[in-house]
């Protein structure tokens, strides 16, 4: 699978491009702030119907204009697949598949699996457990669509069930009752998550470890452990066991909506005791962890994008990340970078086909590809 045009109008800072990629590895040089990173924005968009960066659809549309278009032509499995996104301001999002509009985004989600490495992913480890559980989320949704639903069916029970306790605060009174019919949905649509995840987990841990050990050079023993409530539990006597607590806090404080990820090196929090270079080491070893864990599941080739990889990273490491994903078990890959030459320098010493577009001016831009 690869992505052959992408055409974007109003998007972000473009007017209007169109460019065309080779199957292999596509390259964006140019000085930060020119847009490259939002070209993999928008590539990303594509595939899981949302930016990589910024959750409100709207804050995507240029500057003065009205609306944006995203359209990419595929080849998927031997079959060209037109995927089009656009969106009014104060209109709902259009997401299209050859022409014929998805009823629901969701249904589109993992129909083109994709991974990005990105600065951005230090959130990961330097925030809180909401961005290790939306990892997780965007990474198992992509190969299982109950699971999503599922995801999406509990947060709105989350909320009627918070909504109620803080009524019940705010009236000096209190159900149980009522508070078990919304037990019921979280747990109805809880439990199957909670599964999910813990599978994941474990088939993702070794093929982390593998990627790990690939990327540092080192013999730092590291661990992904998914920490939650449930484990070992009845989620209905958990729920139970903490109804009183809830009541005075107005809000549940159990639940996999609590789930978190720790991540470890040598037996000590990443966030803690591993320097940026390990801390970069260790997103980048999850992030390919989780692009050959998708190519696995789903039988396709995740597209992979890396941003601004050089970030943190020496030639040598980089090099070293540039080998392992030009590998075969790889397909097309999308690189930024600010040095047009040291890039160059890397994968022509690889011999794969590869192609470089080099961004310059300011405002509206100039795209120069240069095919080698």
Request: charge should be positive; avoid cysteine.
């Given at each position: 699978m690869h992505l052959k045009e992408l055409r974007l109008i109003n998007f972000?800072?473009?007017?209007?491009?169109?460019?065309?990629?080779?199957s292999k590895i596509n390259c964006f040089t140019g000085r930060n702030g020119i847009g490259k990173t939002n070209l993999l924005d928008a590539i990303f968009y594509l595939s899981m119907c949302k930016s990589y960066l910024n959750p409100i659809d709207s804050h995507n549309?240029?500057?003065?204009?009205?609306?944006?278009?995203?359209?990419?032509a595929y080849d998927r499995k031997g079959k060209q697949e037109n995927i089009y996104c656009g969106m009014k301001r104060n209109r709902k999002k259009k997401f299209t598949r050859n022409d014929k509009e998805y009823p629901r985004l969701s249904d589109h989600i993992g129909f083109l699996p994709v991974v990005m490495i990105s600065p951005y992913d230090s959130?990961?480890?330097?925030?809180?457990?909401?961005?290790?559980?939306?990892?997780?989320?965007?990474?198992?949704?992509?190969?299982?669509?109950?699971?999503?639903?599922?995801?999406?069916?509990?947060?709105?029970?989350?909320?009627?069930?918070?909504?109620?306790?803080?009524?019940f605060h705010k009236a000096n009174t209190f159900d149980k009752e009522m508070v078990d019919l919304w037990?019921?949905?979280?747990?109805?649509?809880?439990?199957?998550?909670?599964?999910?995840?813990k599978e994941f987990v474990e088939e993702l841990v070794p093929i982390f470890q593998k990627y790990y050990s690939a990327v540092s050079r080192d013999h730092e023993k590291v661990e992904l452990t998914y920490d939650s409530t449930l484990h070992g539990q009845d989620y209905r006597q958990v729920l139970n066991d903490s109804v009183e607590k809830d009541r005075i806090l107005q809000y549940t404080s159990v639940g996999i909506h609590k789930d978190d990820l720790i991540f470890s090196l040598s037996g000590y929090p990443v966030k803690?005791?591993?320097?940026?270079?390990?801390?970069?080491?260790?997103?980048?070893?999850?992030?390919?962890?989780?692009?050959?864990?998708?190519r696995e599941i789903s039988g396709l080739t995740p597209i992979l994008l890396l941003d601004d990889i050089f970030d943190k990273f020496d030639k040598e490491r980089v090099e070293e990340i540039i080998r392992l994903v030009a590998d075969d078990q790889f397909g097309q890959i999308f690189i930024t970078d600010t040095n047009p030459q040291?890039?160059?320098?890397?994968?022509?010493?690889?011999?794969?086909?590869?192609?470089?577009?080099?961004?310059?001016?300011?405002?509206?831009?100039?795209?120069?590809?240069?095919?080698?």
């Open positions: 972000k800072n473009y007017d209007e491009i169109s460019l065309n990629f080779t549309i240029r500057f003065n204009e009205d609306f944006f278009v995203i359209q990419g959130a990961l480890i330097l925030e809180g457990s909401e961005e290790r559980r939306r990892f997780m989320n965007g990474v198992i949704s992509q190969y299982d669509h109950p699971y999503l639903e599922n995801v999406i069916r509990f947060n709105k029970a989350l909320q009627q069930r918070n909504k109620l306790l803080k009524d037990d019921e949905q979280l747990i109805q649509y809880g439990q199957p998550v909670y599964q999910k995840r803690k005791m591993g320097s940026q270079g390990q801390q970069k080491t260790f997103l980048v070893a999850l992030k390919m962890a989780q692009f050959e864990f998708l040291r890039l160059r320098e890397i994968i022509k010493k690889m011999n794969i086909e590869h192609a470089v577009f080099h961004l310059k001016g300011n405002g509206d831009m100039e795209i120069v590809p240069e095919r080698i």
